[in-house]
């Protein structure tokens, strides 16, 4: 029988448990401008983020002793640590996009959980078979679930808990 511990939660940041929008800025093919978001990462702008309804659902995950980690295509700083810890949402594994990396978040999460995996001496495969993640990037979704995680749309699901607070 599989407890809990052997289980892992996977939340991204912006979108999903994050309202970075003040903050974005969209490329013509719709990914993020990432030049755009480095030049935006400053403390008073991370400070004005908000939480979207999922953050509820993720707090309720760690309180509970689920194995819970982050995999965001942020490049993360000393302020997005400190806004996690200030919101309850901070987590031992994070795992997060490189200083120096470009590549398509579906490309970088897949290097990343693979990464994550093998450190914690799971097979990759393994590891997807234990594994859910809530995301709100459509790529990252189809790919991921087509190895076997099970994927949650995080725009879908904010919306049904916005409706059901109202």
């Given at each position: 029988?599989m407890c809990?511990?052997?289980?892992?939660?996977?939340?991204?940041?912006?979108?999903?448990?994050?309202?970075s929008s003040?903050?974005?800025?969209?490329?013509?093919?719709?990914?993020?401008?990432?030049?755009?978001?480095?030049?935006?990462?400053?403390?008073?702008?991370?400070?004005?983020?908000?939480?979207?309804?999922?953050?509820?659902?993720?707090?309720?995950?760690?309180?509970?002793?689920?194995?819970?980690?982050?995999?965001?295509?942020?490049?993360?700083?000393?302020?997005?640590?400190?806004?996690?810890?200030?919101?309850?949402?901070?987590?031992?594994?994070?795992?997060?996009?490189?200083?120096?990396?470009?590549?398509?978040?579906?490309?970088l999460k897949?290097?990343?959980?693979?990464?994550?995996?093998?450190?914690?001496?799971?097979?990759?495969?393994?590891?997807?078979?234990?594994?859910?993640?809530?995301?709100?990037?459509?790529?990252?979704?189809?790919?991921?679930?087509?190895?076997?995680?099970?994927?949650?749309?995080?725009?879908?699901?904010?919306?049904?808990?916005?409706?059901?607070?109202?």
């Open positions: 029988e809990i511990r052997d289980r892992t939660i996977i939340f991204d940041l912006d979108a999903t448990v994050i309202d003040h903050r974005q800025l969209a490329s013509s093919d719709g990914s993020l401008d990432l030049a755009n978001w480095r030049e935006n990462c400053t403390q008073e702008k991370i400070m004005r983020d908000s939480l979207l309804p999922l953050a509820d659902g993720m707090r309720d995950f760690i309180s509970r002793g689920w194995h819970v980690i982050i995999c965001t295509a942020r490049i993360m700083g000393e302020f997005d640590y400190q806004f996690l810890k200030e919101h309850g949402l901070y987590v031992g594994d994070i795992l997060s996009r490189p200083n120096d990396c470009n590549m398509a978040d579906a490309d897949e290097m990343l959980l693979r990464g994550y995996a093998a450190s914690i001496g799971f097979s990759y495969a393994r590891f997807c078979k234990s594994a859910s993640i809530y995301d709100d990037n459509k790529k990252v979704l189809e790919r991921l679930a087509s190895h076997g995680i099970l994927a949650h749309n995080s725009i879908s699901l904010n919306e049904t808990l916005k409706l059901k607070k109202a």
